[in-house]
T-cell receptor
Framework: GAGVSQSPSNKVTEKGKDVELRCDPI?????LYWYRQRLGQGLEFLIY????????KSGLPSDRFSAERTGESVSTLTIQRTQQEDSAVYLC?????????????FGPGTRLTVL | GESVGLHLPTLSVQEGDNSIINCAYS??????FIWYKQESGKGPQFIID?????DKRQGQRVTVLLNKTVKHLSLQIAATQPGDSAVYFC????????????FGKGTKLTVNP
């Protein structure tokens, strides 16, 4: 079956521009997560959506970062006024019920480069 | 804050040998742990998980051991193959029952033919 998909796979932007990253979770998965992975580092939690509950935004590094999710489907992560330190791979994951022990399935990521 | 960390950033083994990747954690309330494999240019792929009420769990060619006394877990890969070359991450919840995971920095496993 289809896994988690993300687009674009690569994004190069200039400092100060806004970018939008898209995630399509696995159909039927109610939980969706965004992570950031800097070069050679582990994954850093950004935000978590579970069903119709208010999202957990506790991992967002600044108010330049925001994310939305339409129902239990597509999510977009927006970074405004991008900075060079935003350069990283942004990974999206989804899980069946968000019960804490449900396996998170990851997409291939979007590699963001801010010049 | 909570942390989960790998002991060694790189590990090189010969094809056919067994590999052991270690991880330490700080949150004694963590109730489960997961190992992920990440190949170059791809997202992490689930390998195996273990609940805190277990000491050992086996999968296909992989075994995870959990030592809660010293807050240590390990991933053992039997008869390592070139296709096992990847970065391996351990992860655990930020707190018991949490959906948010804390990831270690990863160990890069290289399998030499």
């Amino acid at each position: 079956g289809a896994g988690v998909s993300q687009s674009p796979s690569n994004k190069v932007t200039e400092k100060g521009k806004d970018v939008e990253l898209r995630c399509d979770p696995i159909s039927g998965h109610t939980a969706l997560y965004w992570y950031r992975q800097r070069l050679g580092q582990g994954l850093e939690f950004l935000i978590y959506f579970q069903g119709n509950s208010a999202p957990d935004k506790s991992g967002l590094p600044s108010d330049r970062f925001s994310a939305e999710r339409t129902g239990e489907s597509v999510s977009t992560l927006t970074i405004q006024r991008t900075q060079q330190e935003d350069s990283a791979v942004y990974l999206c994951a989804s899980s069946l019920g968000g019960g804490g022990k449900d396996t998170q399935y990851f997409g291939p990521g979007t590699r963001l480069t801010v010049l | 804050g909570e942390s989960v960390g790998l002991h060694l950033p790189t590990l090189s083994v010969q094809e056919g040998d067994n590999s052991i990747i270690n991880c330490a954690y700080s949150n004694s309330a963590s109730d489960y742990f997961i190992w992920y494999k990440q190949e170059s240019g791809k997202g992490p792929q689930f390998i195996i998980d273990i609940r805190s009420n277990m000491d050992k769990r086996q999968g296909q060619r992989v075994t995870v051991l959990l030592n809660k006394t010293v807050k240590h877990l390990s991933l053992q890969i039997a008869a390592t193959q070139p296709g096992d070359s990847a970065v391996y991450f351990c992860a655990g919840p930020t707190q018991g029952g949490s959906e948010k995971l804390v990831f270690g920095k990863g160990t890069k496993l290289t399998v030499n033919p």
